[in-house]
């Protein structure tokens, strides 16, 4: 396989303040409702109240999820007019906005929920990899804002060797579907 | 209780529901969609600039925030089209790059907002009704001139008040030039304090001498344990990277334990353990920590004898009875008979005892260990309680002045660094609570020390003319908005008022002349970070100010000519000049600073320092030579002064807990049971930001309740619920989630009081449920002292 750039997350360190989101949302002229990388937050559990006492029993942590540029990328498959596309050189997937016809197959197939459907545009969008500041020598632009350090990228192996393979967290899809180009360092209530 | 609470939609796009109710409910999220189409920003701007390349300004916020962050503005054909962060230097440990947040991140949908204020405006309709005629700059200028000297000559200096405004915290905002004018004219009515701050400012000296008890925060990385005392930094932002630092010191293996009615977003991220307290008992917490602490011998007793008053009886002041000091007290020996166990702070905090006495333990053998305090805990009734609390704590653990250690109280940073100021020259020394100004309106002439007056025996005159220039706690930022308002409409009272502002807030609703602000990437400006960083920034001016906005020194040197004026104003400079004065003035006290033009050109100037600064390690090492800014040399755990005022019930020697009115001790419970707080929101930086698209779509306003109290009042997650105490009816959607703990509610801070015609508010202010009644010592506002009762619809 040639080079493959991928997204490291570390979401055990991530305080959910979304600056990665709308760092991007400034980048890419996103409106409402257009999230190329997303910030959810996950909450649960509940508390033991005894006698005058509160004790928790909570955990919560936050999954900062853009597009995987996945090894297997079932959008680029779905796609009927070959918008989506898988870049050779680096792995990064595109879609093409002069070949897309907004049909949002994409939109159906991806079990990460990245290609964002533009109402107005009636086209598909998603994140690209930042493939122009990349290609300026800079860090794509979520990486560069992440004010906890809890993003970075590179080549998959390398970023692997650095933090490890893990590719999945909880409420985030199997990795074996789509071979996401992902490694994340899972939240201890996420694990 | 549930088992997932999750916003996560992989397969489906992000929800606009919540949007488009909240949108037709109240205000229209409209910016998102005017911004990137040739809208009227748009048309004025290719109207001014013929087609450019992207060029790169490099500025910072100005608005009132706990972060200084380098920002960069690309601009394109005199508009900003992105915005960046500092990315020109290596992100390194010693000079982490000044990260901007979301907020300054999506400052385009502030900018180019389709409701900026344009044309000055004076009122038509009733006062805070919000109707507005467009007027001239002549006018509206030969109104306030014309008003200022009436009010002036018939009233004199004690009736005009410049109100806190800190919407524009750069050196040359308009408030600063506002208060230099009036100065020259013969004085006004300034306060002391601030909304933030205001226990903590006055409390902490009172046991150090001074508000400058924080180490630089590389320290933390030397710390066993850090206790986050209600302190939210990842969200609050307090100090650009600040939740980074606490990364590292993690990193570095310090165990934090968060103390918080809610599992902060800084907890989720940083905390090992939450231990959820219910709000204004944060003493009790302290005080059993401090039994345990003493009761099992692990005080640092020779810490307490060398350089503390009052710790035990042997060390209170002569001439004070016995049974006073901080030890008596604790141990049940003084008046109040009660010993301060973990089993009495158990039945007040929530907190079982075992949790108490194990967060003990460590706190006084994990050596070096930071107790540091937000703002959020003093934002209560006693909160000057709280703040003393803690700082006894770490004395009592001699956990002062050492590296990884943390003196407790304000925590502004000891190391600080001269920036030189536009000179405000004003013969007027009464000064008031920033908290008190609804006084001055109602009961100015007499007014004493009793209702927050210093600097005179008595005001002479009832406060009549207000400027309010870039701020929003007039209305929505101060306590009870609708008896504020009510306050406010009264024109026989106040007089006259003047807001100058970018939109239409609830404040600015009141306004008599309404001026159009001009925007922080429209001018020049220096800002300096309030919490933590050694750095101080130049604003380079990024795009034109548009339509009829105004620079703050244009408009004031205007006025400064009708009032005769102008020159002395001026002293002949334009607002470059007095910038370079600025850059001038502070080289002369820090050699090697940078030149106006080099400041200019990188933005930044950074302050290096081979060491960490470490607050009162010279007061530590060598006490002989440097005694603590206290009467006594001392750190004052017994403060005499305190002692004298006598007044012990509400305002004690001693750092002691006090049941807060409408606390959890409040017989009121019965009839509104829960605790309401205003926790800050990552989207907001206060009020500003609360009209923008991509802030709501990255954190709705809603009402945090438990699943716990969801369930007992039938709740469903996202619906529309009422909050509601004998002041005032919010009406906002319902977020039920385990972060906040059962019998606390959070509404969070700064959203637009949006009151419908039976008065309910729309959007979900949370000073609708606030109740005005300053505290003790430092008349503060007690924002987060609440009960409330919470209805479906
Ligand atoms: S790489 Fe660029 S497009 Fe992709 S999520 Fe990050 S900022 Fe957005
Ligand atoms: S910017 Fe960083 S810390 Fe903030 S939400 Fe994104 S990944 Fe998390
Ligand atoms: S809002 Fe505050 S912390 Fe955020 S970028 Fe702006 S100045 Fe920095």
């Known amino acids: 396989m040639a080079k493959q750039i991928a997204f490291y997350v570390e979401q055990k360190f991530c305080v959910g303040c979304k600056t990665c989101q709308v760092a991007c949302k400034d980048k890419h002229d996103l409106k409402v409702g257009q999230l190329y990388r997303r910030v959810s937050e996950t909450a649960g559990g509940g508390f033991e109240i005894k006698g005058a006492t509160v004790i928790p029993a909570v955990y919560a942590f936050w999954t900062s999820i853009s597009c995987n540029h996945c090894g297997q990328p079932v959008c680029v498959e779905n796609c009927p007019v070959g918008a989506v596309q898988k870049q050779a050189a680096d792995g990064i997937v595109y879609i093409d906005q002069e070949k897309c016809v907004g049909c949002r197959k994409c939109v159906k197939s991806c079990p990460y929920g990245a290609p964002q459907y533009n109402r107005e545009t009636r086209k598909t969008g998603k994140c690209d990899f930042c493939r122009d500041e990349l290609a300026a020598g800079k860090p794509p632009v979520c990486v560069a804002a992440c004010p906890l350090r809890a993003l970075d990228y590179g080549p998959l192996n390398v970023l692997q060797r650095k933090y490890g393979k893990a590719n999945e967290t909880k409420g985030l899809p199997a990795g074996g579907q789509t071979q996401p180009a992902l490694v994340i360092a899972p939240h201890r209530d996420a694990l | 209780m549930i088992e997932m609470n999750t916003d996560i939609l992989w397969k489906t796009q992000y929800s606009r529901r919540r949007f488009l109710k909240l949108g037709a409910a109240t205000l229209g999220f409209s910016a998102a969609s005017g911004l990137f189409e040739l809208d009227s920003f748009g048309a004025w701007a290719s109207a001014q600039a013929p087609m450019a390349r992207e060029r790169i300004v490099r500025t910072s916020g100005s608005h009132n925030c706990g972060g200084r962050c380098i920002l960069q503005a690309h601009v394109r054909d005199n508009r900003v089209v992105r915005i960046t962060t500092e990315d020109d230097i290596p992100d390194t440990d010693k000079t982490p790059q000044l990260r901007g947040c979301l907020r300054c991140r999506s400052y385009r949908d502030r900018l180019y907002h389709p409701e900026r204020l344009k044309y000055p405006m004076k009122r038509v309709g009733k006062r805070g009704e919000g109707k507005f005629e467009q007027i001239t700059w002549d006018e509206a200028l030969d109104t306030i001139a014309g008003q200022t000297k009436r009010i002036m000559d018939q009233y004199g200096p004690d009736a005009i008040y410049m109100q806190y405004a800190p919407g524009n915290a750069g050196r040359v905002s308009e408030r600063v030039w506002m208060s230099r004018l009036l100065g020259l004219y013969g004085g006004f009515l300034s306060y002391y304090g601030s909304y933030s701050t205001a226990a903590t400012q006055m409390a902490t000296p009172y046991t150090f001498g001074t508000t400058a008890t924080g180490s630089s925060r590389d320290n933390w990385a030397h710390s066993k344990l850090i206790i986050l005392l209600g302190w939210n930094p990842g969200e609050t932002i307090h100090g650009t990277n600040t939740a980074y630092y606490l990364k590292k010191a993690k990193q570095a293996g310090a165990r934090i334990v968060s103390i918080d009615p809610i599992y902060s977003d800084t907890s989720v991220a940083l905390a090992d353990q939450w231990i959820p307290i219910r709000p204004t008992t944060d003493s009790s917490l302290l005080d059993a920590m401090?039994?345990?602490?003493?009761?099992?011998?692990?005080?640092?007793?020779?810490?307490?004898?060398?350089?503390?008053?009052?710790?035990?009886?042997?060390?209170?002041?002569?001439?004070?009875?016995?049974?006073?000091s901080f030890k008596s007290y604790i141990l049940g020996e003084s008046e109040d008979q009660t010993a301060k166990t973990p089993a009495w702070a158990e039945a007040v905090t929530g907190i079982p005892r075992e949790t108490i006495i194990k967060l003990a333990r460590?706190?006084?053998?994990?050596?070096?260990?930071?107790?540091?305090?937000?703002?959020?805990?003093?934002?209560?009734?006693?909160?000057?309680?709280?703040?003393?609390?803690?700082?006894?704590?770490?004395?009592?653990?001699?956990?002062?002045?050492?590296?990884?250690?943390?003196?407790?109280?304000?925590?502004?940073?000891?190391?600080?660094?001269?920036?030189?100021?536009?000179?405000?020259?004003?013969?007027?020394?009464?000064?008031?609570?920033?908290?008190?100004?609804?006084?001055?309106?109602?009961?100015?002439?007499?007014?004493?020390?009793?209702?927050?007056?210093?600097?005179?025996?008595?005001?002479?005159?009832?406060?009549?003319?207000?400027?309010?220039?870039?701020?929003?706690?007039?209305?929505?930022?101060?306590?009870?908005?609708?008896?504020?308002?009510r306050l406010l409409q009264d024109e026989s009272l106040l007089e006259f008022l003047v807001v100058s502002e970018q939109f239409l807030t609830a404040s600015a609703k009141f306004a008599d002349i309404l001026l159009p602000a001009d925007n922080m990437y429209e001018r020049d400006d220096i800002v300096m970070p309030w919490g933590y960083g050694d750095y101080v920034l130049f604003m380079n001016k990024a795009v034109d100010t548009v339509f009829e906005c105004r620079n703050?020194?244009?408009?004031?040197?205007?006025?400064?000519?009708?009032?005769?004026?102008?020159?002395?104003?001026?002293?002949?400079?334009?607002?470059?000049?007095?910038?370079?004065?600025l850059v001038e003035e502070t080289a002369k006290k820090n050699p090697g600073f940078y030149s106006y033009e080099e400041f200019k050109e990188k933005s930044v100037y950074r302050w290096q320092y081979p060491e960490s600064s470490i607050a009162f390690q010279k007061q530590i090492e060598d006490p002989g030579n440097n005694p603590f800014p206290t009467p006594s040399g001392k750190i004052e755990i017994f403060s005499q002064r305190l002692w004298d005022m006598n007044q012990l019930q509400e305002i004690p020697a001693i750092p002691k807990y006090v049941k807060a009115w409408e606390g959890p001790e409040d017989p009121l419970r019965a009839k509104y049971p829960l605790q309401c707080i205003g926790h800050h929101y990552k989207r907001r930086v206060h009020s500003i930001f609360d009209n923008?698209?991509?802030?709501?779509?990255?954190?709705?306003?809603?009402?945090?309740?438990?699943?716990?109290?969801?369930a007992q009042r039938d709740l469903q997650n996202g619906e529309l619920v009422t909050v509601y105490n004998d002041r005032g009816v919010i009406s906002l959607p319902v977020k039920i989630t385990p972060r906040i703990m059962p019998g606390v509610v959070s509404v969070p801070q700064g959203a637009w009081w949006t009151p419908d015609e039976q008065g309910v508010d729309r959007r979900g202010c949370i000073n609708t449920l606030t109740k005005y009644h300053p505290t003790p010592l430092a008349f503060g506002n007690a924002t987060h002292t609440n009960l409330v009762q919470i209805s479906k619809g």
């Open chain 2, 362 to 485: 460590e706190y006084a053998t994990q050596r070096p260990g930071a107790l540091i305090q937000g703002y959020g805990p003093q934002r209560h009734a006693y909160g000057e309680q709280v703040v003393r609390s803690g700082t006894v704590l770490a004395a009592l653990t001699g956990n002062i002045g050492v590296k990884g250690g943390w003196a407790s109280g304000t925590g502004y940073q000891a190391r600080s660094h001269f920036v030189a100021a536009i000179p405000v020259p004003n013969p007027s020394k009464a000064r008031i609570s920033v908290f008190c100004w609804p006084d001055a309106i109602k009961r100015g002439t007499g007014m004493g020390p009793e209702a927050s007056v210093k600097g005179v025996k008595q005001l002479s005159a009832n406060l009549k003319l207000m400027f309010n220039l870039g701020g929003n706690c007039l209305v929505n930022q101060h306590a009870d908005n609708n008896g504020t308002a």
């Open chain 2, 692 to 710: 923008t698209g991509w802030m709501e779509e990255a954190g709705a306003q809603e009402v945090w309740v438990s699943p716990v109290d969801a």
């Open chain 2, 552 to 581: 703050g020194y244009d408009w004031i040197s205007d006025l400064a000519d009708r009032l005769g004026l102008k020159d002395k104003f001026t002293e002949g400079r334009t607002i470059d000049q007095w910038l370079r004065y």
């Open chain 2, 290 to 324: 401090a039994y345990v602490i003493i009761t099992e011998n692990l005080q640092d007793q020779a810490f307490l004898d060398k350089y503390c008053v009052g710790f035990d009886e042997a060390h209170l002041p002569p001439g004070i009875p016995a049974g006073q």
